[in-house]
């Protein structure tokens, strides 16, 4: 059974998504009004999912009735954000999944907090235009911008200089979700990337010292892994 609830039950440990849908309904629930709704198998609580405009991030257990999710999300039509190994379970056939890395290192030094947090639409604005006009939203499939638009929604933490940024959404005590470096195409390979993320990471840090920083990549690992991420599961995009 599928029904709205207020809150995410204890039994779901806080993991990056449910740091995300804390921080979509911190961010939205007294404006717009994001719905958050439980599954129950046999009177245990078995999934939450949460969202809006039917983008949903969901969680669930070994003993969810995925049968039932999948006919709710595709009622609604939903683009869903889950674990990969989660995604696996649902009848669909568009599965996009990307490799996750979480960041092992310590405080990067040499920085200076001098930008931060603002809305991901102002970001990814200041993405396209670029600061010569070609630092762009890399064109993977299409998950990978409707992953960075419709789930960051109105949260990043970033690192923004010129010719160089890096982006990070749904940032706040426990998790980030790294969802972008980009450099302008004339100054690659000056280790303007790397200096973006590790600037990005201290941004994160200085307000967050407890936070989990992690990186999602569809093929950049060996980028953040020469960066002190290690490789910690997959994240999946579903389109019903």
């Not at 969810?64 to 989660?86: H, I, M, N, P």
Request: aromatic letters at 14%; one cysteine or more; a negative charge.
């Amino acid at each position: 059974m599928i029904r709205r609830i207020d809150s995410i039950p204890e039994i779901f440990k806080e993991s990056v998504f449910t740091s995300r849908i804390n921080a979509l309904l911190n961010t939205y629930r007294k404006t717009v009004g994001v719905d958050l709704f439980s599954q129950t198998v046999d009177g245990s609580v078995t999934a939450v999912f949460g969202g809006m405009d039917g983008s949903f991030t969901l969680i669930s257990n070994e003993n969810a009735d995925y049968e039932e999710l999948s006919s709710y999300f595709s009622f609604c039509g939903a683009v869903v954000f889950c674990e990969g190994t989660v995604g696996e379970k649902f009848n669909t056939k568009d599965l996009k999944k990307a490799d996750l890395y979480e960041y092992q290192g310590g405080m990067p030094t040499g920085f200076t907090y001098n930008n931060g947090h603002d809305s991901i639409e102002k970001v990814y604005h200041a993405l396209e235009k670029g600061a010569d006009g070609d630092i762009k939203l890399p064109p993977f499939e299409f998950w990978y911008t409707d992953f960075c638009s419709r789930f960051n929604h109105n949260s990043a933490e970033y690192f923004l200089e010129q010719n160089v940024t890096a982006v990070a959404g749904f940032v706040d005590r426990s998790y980030a979700l790294v969802t972008g470096v980009a450099v302008d195409k004339a100054c690659r390979g000056k280790g303007l990337g790397k200096t973006a993320l590790l600037g990005l990471i201290h941004n994160i840090l200085i307000k967050f010292p407890q936070c989990k920083i992690i990186a999602s990549t569809v093929n950049a690992g060996g980028f953040y892994e020469n960066l002190n991420f290690k490789h910690c599961g997959t994240v999946a995009v579903l389109k019903f």
